[in-house]
């Protein structure tokens, strides 16, 4: 799925102990997590890890060209991230072909 509808205007809304992790674990930081949503995308329903509300895993690229995977679900109108990682060689194949199929 390309491109969901996502609330507009974006807001963001981080939970400091996600934010933390994704920076320390992975060396993402909570900017270029969000960069990526600004950006052709891959949205991918998550429906493993949680059955209390909806949750989404996204493949997107930052304004540096870097391919991250985030999981995120949308609170209030704002998109909650929950994580946010580099994308494997073989997401980043997956996110590549997908977005070369509506270029």
Known sequence: MLDPELPEPIHFEWDRGNQAKSLQKHGISARQAEETFFHPKLVIPDQRHSKIEH????????????????????????????????????????????????A
């Open 55 to 102: 949750r989404l895993g996204m493949y997107g690229q930052t304004n540096s060209g870097k391919i991250l995977f985030i999981a995120f679900t949308i609170r209030n109108r704002r998109i909650r991230v929950i994580s946010a990682r580099t994308a494997d060689r073989e997401e980043r194949k997956i996110y590549e072909e997908e977005i070369k199929k509506t």
